[in-house]
Structure formats: structure tokens, C-alpha cells
């Protein structure tokens, strides 16, 4: 192999590499809509904000939702207002109270 073939396969090789990486510069990560979770995007049923009504955010609360489902949610602000949420964070045991 001769020094000039070698450069050009180097030369080649440089370029691809070049258009591979500005490629993926141009993804620039996940889109919003990936990193926020689905229920986020999307205002709250009635139900989970009946639910709610009367509690404080972290109470778990029981009711059906729109399709009939049962659930067994936590209240938590989505916007201005308190609605049951899955995925909420709660303690696993209540402190009994005195």
C-alpha cells in the first residue's frame, strides 16, 4: 500500500466520521414529549379531582374513573388543582394518630 492510498483511506475515513458525529449533534437528546410523563400532558378527569376534594396533597384516595376503573391514587397539584394521580409518591405506612 502506498502513502497516498493510505492518506486517502484516512482522508475518507475522517470524513465519515465527521458526518456521523454532526448527525448526532443534530439529535440533540430526547424531545419534551418523551421526558414528560403521559399524565402530565393532559388536564385531570372530574373524578380524580372529586376525589381529592377536601384532602391534601400525598393522600392516597380511592374512586372509579371515566372508564369504570377502580383506583387506588394519591392527590397531588396538577396546575392550580388538587386531583388523584398515579405515581405520586406516599408514605408506605400512616403514622396512627394520638
Same mark, same amino acid.
Given at each position: 500500500? @502506498?502513502?497516498?492510498?493510505?492518506?486517502?483511506?484516512?482522508?475518507?475515513?475522517?470524513?465519515?466520521?465527521?458526518? &456521523?458525529?454532526?448527525?448526532?449533534?443534530?439529535?440533540?437528546?430526547?424531545?419534551?414529549?418523551? @421526558? @414528560?410523563?403521559?399524565?402530565?400532558?393532559?388536564?385531570?378527569?372530574?373524578?380524580?379531582?372529586?376525589? &381529592?376534594?377536601?384532602?391534601?396533597?400525598?393522600?392516597?384516595?380511592?374512586?372509579?374513573?371515566?372508564?369504570?376503573?377502580?383506583?387506588?391514587?394519591? &392527590?397531588?397539584?396538577?396546575?392550580?388543582?388538587?386531583?388523584?394521580?398515579?405515581?405520586?409518591? @406516599?408514605?408506605?405506612?400512616?403514622?396512627?394518630?394520638?
Amino acid at each position: 500500500m @502506498t502513502t497516498s492510498s493510505l492518506i486517502g483511506r484516512l482522508a475518507s475515513l475522517a470524513a465519515l466520521s465527521t458526518i &456521523c458525529w454532526s448527525a448526532l449533534a443534530q439529535t440533540g437528546g430526547p424531545s419534551s414529549a418523551e @421526558t @414528560t410523563p403521559p399524565q402530565a400532558a393532559k388536564p385531570p378527569e372530574q373524578q380524580a379531582i372529586d376525589a &381529592c376534594k377536601d384532602k391534601k396533597a400525598g393522600d392516597r384516595v380511592r374512586f372509579t374513573d371515566a372508564k369504570g376503573k377502580k383506583r387506588h391514587w394519591a &392527590c397531588a397539584m396538577v396546575g392550580d388543582v388538587l386531583a388523584a394521580r398515579s405515581g405520586v409518591a @406516599t408514605a408506605a405506612i400512616k403514622p396512627k394518630a394520638k
